[in-house]
């Protein structure tokens, strides 16, 4: 697929075909597009836990996700939990944090390789939701996440059930101030 439609129809979906694999092929895939993303000084803190058993995708789904975003994600039969390394996007060799932004540049840097991922998929027919409403705690103990790493969102990916407009972004004069 071409770049520009790839970022134009990448959508967040909330329907997924029921019954359908994913291969591991294609999340691996993903996966290195998103290793391909910029990080601080190449520190690549970005960590990824894929759920691909109905077992474990369930557990997830039940016990890490709220009502919503269970119902939002029912039928995606991967759910990719995504985490970073604290302490080391945005800080020095001894342990500083560079400037105000701390272990936000973590969060940046994850937020980078995880458009690469959702784009990726897009582009290989798959369709994905970001989910940052979940249970960070539960998912630490589910998968074992260690205490040094920050949890954030969990993707659900699949194969799209809807084909959703895009929301209305705002105009360009909003969100952008040119000298
Ligand atoms: C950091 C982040 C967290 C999000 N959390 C949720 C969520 O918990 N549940 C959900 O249904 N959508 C969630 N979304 C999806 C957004 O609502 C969606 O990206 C936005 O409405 C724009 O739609 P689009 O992705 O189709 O362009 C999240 C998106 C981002 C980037």
Redesign the pocket.
């Known amino acids: 697929m071409e770049l520009n439609q790839v970022i134009m129809e990448?959508?967040?979906?909330?329907a997924y075909k029921e019954g359908q694999k994913v291969e591991k092929e294609l999340i691996e895939e993903m996966l290195r597009a998103a290793q391909a993303a910029p990080s601080w000084k190449n520190s690549q803190t970005a960590r990824y836990y894929v759920a691909m058993s109905e077992e474990m995708v369930e557990s997830i789904r039940e016990t890490c996700l709220?009502e919503?975003?269970r119902n939002?994600?029912a039928g995606a039969p991967v759910l990719i939990v995504t985490a970073f390394v604290k302490s080391r996007s945005g800080f020095d060799r001894e342990g500083n944090a560079v400037n105000e932004l701390g272990d936000g540049w973590g969060c940046y840097d994850l937020?980078l390789a995880?458009e690469n991922l959702v784009l990726k998929a897009k582009d290989l027919g798959l369709d994905t939701?970001?989910?940052?409403?979940?249970d960070g705690e539960g998912l630490r103990k589910l998968l074992h996440i260690p205490e040094n790493q920050e949890i954030?969102?969990?993707i659900a990916v699949g194969r799209g059930a809807a084909e959703?407009e895009?929301?209305k972004?705002r105009e360009l004069e909003q969100i952008a101030v040119f000298y």
């Open positions: 990448r959508r967040s979906l909330r709220p919503f975003n939002n994600c937020g995880n939701l970001i989910m940052g409403l979940r954030v969102s969990v959703p895009m929301p972004r």
